[in-house]
């Protein structure tokens, strides 16, 4: 499996930006693709995650109700919806993706940097 994540940049208090995440190299139907982050000093922290078949979502207290994530089954891909983006959502963006029913993610992206001025 392979994961190819794209999308970040530089932004301001209050936009948005939207990371996607390609994967390949496999059928997906039995995993849950989830996005992680990880700031400067800090340790890597979940994000987001969705079951890819089925649809079901979770999020971090921190960015429920302003980050949504998604798939798109024909193009393979994972997507991260960020609005009202905050200065501490600055941090680098993972996608990772584990079999469905297991607690570790073994396949990661090389991570999209992210950075909100203030």
């Known amino acids: 499996v392979q994961l190819q994540a794209s999308g970040g940049g530089l932004v301001q208090t209050g936009d948005s930006l939207r990371l996607s995440c390609a994967a390949s190299g496999g059928t997906f139907n039995y995993y849950i693709m989830g996005w992680f982050r990880q700031a400067p000093g800090k340790e890597r922290e979940f994000v987001a995650s969705i079951r890819w078949s089925g649809g079901r979502t979770d999020y971090a207290d921190s960015v429920n109700g302003r980050f949504t994530i998604s798939r798109d089954k024909r193009r393979n891909t994972v997507y991260l919806q960020m609005n009202s983006l905050k200065p501490e959502d600055t941090a680098i963006y993972y996608c990772?993706?584990?079999?469905?029913?297991?607690?570790?993610?073994?396949?990661w992206g090389q991570g999209t940097q992210v950075t909100v001025s203030s």
């Open positions: 990772a993706a584990r079999v469905f029913a297991t607690s570790d993610y073994p396949h």
